[in-house]
C-alpha cells in the first residue's frame, strides 16, 4: 500500500493537485490547513481516496481533528494536525499519545518543517509544507509504503 502524506497546503491548490497528478497513491492524507483547495482535489479526483485531518486555518471545518486507523490487518496510524499537542515545542509527548494509542505510524503537521524518524517501533512523520516551508528546504511531501516485510517512509521535493 502506498500512502502520500500532505500538510499546510495553506490556499496553493496547484502544488495539490501537482501532488495528486503526477504521484499516484492508495490513500491521500491531508493533515490540516488547506480544507478549501483539497475541496477542489475531491471534485476533481472522484476515484481516488482522500482522508483529510482539520488544522487550525480550516475553520468551521466538519474534518476530524484527529484520526486514528488501520490501513490494513498490521499497521495503526494517528493522524493529528499538531497544534493542540504543541509540536512547535517537542513532538515527544505527541510520540508518547500514538503509543499509548497502539499506533506504530503517526503523522502530523503545523510546523512547516520536515520530520521523518523511527524510533522503537513508531514511525513519526511530519511532511512538511507543500506550499510555504519554514525549514529553508523547499516545499514538500510524504511517502509511506507499506509491504509485507516492512515499512519505508520518505520525505520528497515538490
Known amino acids: ?6 500538510s499546510d497546503s495553506h490556499n496553493n491548490y496547484f502544488a495539490l493537485n501537482k501532488i495528486v497528478q503526477d504521484f499516484y497513491a492508495d490513500l491521500y ?8 483547495e483539497l ?10 481516496k482522500f482522508i483529510h485531518i482539520a488544522g487550525n486555518c480550516d475553520f468551521a471545518s466538519l ?3 484527529e484520526l486514528l486507523f ?9 493522524a493529528v494536525h499538531g497544534h493542540q499537542y504543541g509540536v512547535k515545542s517537542s513532538v515527544e509527548p505527541l510520540k508518547m499519545i500514538a503509543r499509548e494509542k497502539g ?6 503537521g503545523h510546523t512547516h518543517a520536515r520530520f521523518n524518524e523511527y524510533d522503537n517501533g513508531l514511525y513519526t512523520m511530519n511532511p512538511g509544507s507543500v506550499s510555504c516551508p519554514r525549514d529553508g528546504n523547499r516545499p514538500s511531501f510524504g511517502i509511506i509504503d507499506i509491504a509485507k516485510n516492512g515499512i519505508v517512509t520518505n520525505i520528497v521535493d515538490l
Open 1 to 6: 500500500m502506498k500512502i502520500i502524506v500532505m
Open 29 to 36: 492524507i491531508h493533515l490540516g490547513d488547506g480544507e478549501r
Open 39 to 48: 475541496n477542489r482535489i475531491y471534485t476533481q479526483y472522484p476515484d481516488k
Open 63 to 65: 474534518s476530524e481533528k
Open 70 to 78: 488501520t490501513p490494513d490487518d498490521q499497521n495503526c496510524i494517528f
Open 103 to 108: 499506533a506504530n505510524i503517526l503523522l502530523y
